[in-house]
């Protein structure tokens, strides 16, 4: 019960600090997933700690991925000029070149992991940042898509838990079952439905439903795919960061697959909306 109290507090805050700062503007909101970006770099440097063969260079990983995420979310909410894409190319060029003055054993390591870690975070946070500044009426983009991200979490948890017996992936992660899969599935489509009916004047029924069945998948990818990684490194939490939760990357893995998906698909019907009129 103690656990489950802080759960629900912790819950309650992270989710209120994301919809909050997406109601109240896109540079809040830019800056709180700047906050929430820096911890994740900062748990991912931490899984190679007690990796000999990987030695990433911590606060210039950091930097680099920080600037890199400032610079585009800058350009997102129109504080910088689109010009300034430009400047991607010297800032991870720097931050290869910079393994020739490390003189550590496997540099081809170092930056494979470095480049990864880069783009598998700030695309993601990145692209939330994008959503939020291209809202349509009725829902904001980007809550309707966390919606559906924490829908799928929470009942695929809570299927799981009651009915679930038949292992998912047991040799990544032994507690995912089948049948909490398709209880995140069936009630992140039964959320997407409510949110086409109250919010009509944004996106179809169509495009809700297609969102739902994609962040589902993605979401169960994100979290087997993070699960992996903590596995291949005897790692059980990305952190401790956030009670009852575990880590920043722990609360954003679903998100990290899912958001660029998500973008994908918005964009895609966008597109088939201009040209059929769904």
Request: charged fraction near 10%; aromatic fraction near 16%; charge should be positive.
């Amino acid at each position: 019960m103690k656990n489950l109290l802080t759960r629900s507090i912790t819950g309650i805050v992270f989710v209120g600090s994301i919809l909050l700062s997406i109601l109240l503007d896109p540079i809040v909101f830019a800056i709180v997933m700047g906050l929430y970006l820096f911890g994740a770099l900062w748990e991912y440097c931490s899984f190679f700690i007690l990796v000999p063969q990987v030695h990433l260079p911590i606060k210039l990983f950091i930097g680099v991925a920080m600037t890199l995420y400032l610079l585009l979310s800058g350009i997102a909410c129109w504080l910088l000029d689109w010009q300034s894409v430009i400047f991607i190319i010297p800032i991870l060029l720097f931050y290869v070149l910079s393994e020739i003055w490390r003189k550590k054993e496997h540099p081809l390591l170092n930056v494979s992991a470095g480049i990864f870690g880069i783009f598998y975070l700030v695309i993601p946070f990145l692209l939330t940042v994008i959503l939020v500044r291209n809202s349509f009426p009725g829902l904001p983009l980007a809550i309707g898509m966390f919606v559906l991200i924490w829908t799928n979490d929470s009942f695929a948890y809570l299927s799981g838990r009651f009915i679930g017996k038949t292992p998912l992936f047991e040799r990544i992660s032994p507690k995912k079952t089948w049948e909490g899969t398709l209880g995140g599935v069936l009630f992140t489509i039964l959320a997407a439905l409510i949110l086409a009916h109250f919010f009509e004047r944004g996106h179809s029924y169509l495009f809700w439903v297609v969102a739902a069945i994609l962040i589902s998948a993605a979401s169960m990818i994100g979290d087997l795919f993070e699960s992996m990684i903590k596995r291949s490194l005897n790692i059980k939490d990305s952190g401790n960061v956030l009670p009852g939760h575990g880590g920043i990357l722990d609360r954003f893995d679903a998100m990290i697959i899912a958001a660029p998906l998500y973008f994908f698909w918005w964009l895609f019907y966008a597109y088939l909306s201009s040209k059929f009129g769904l």
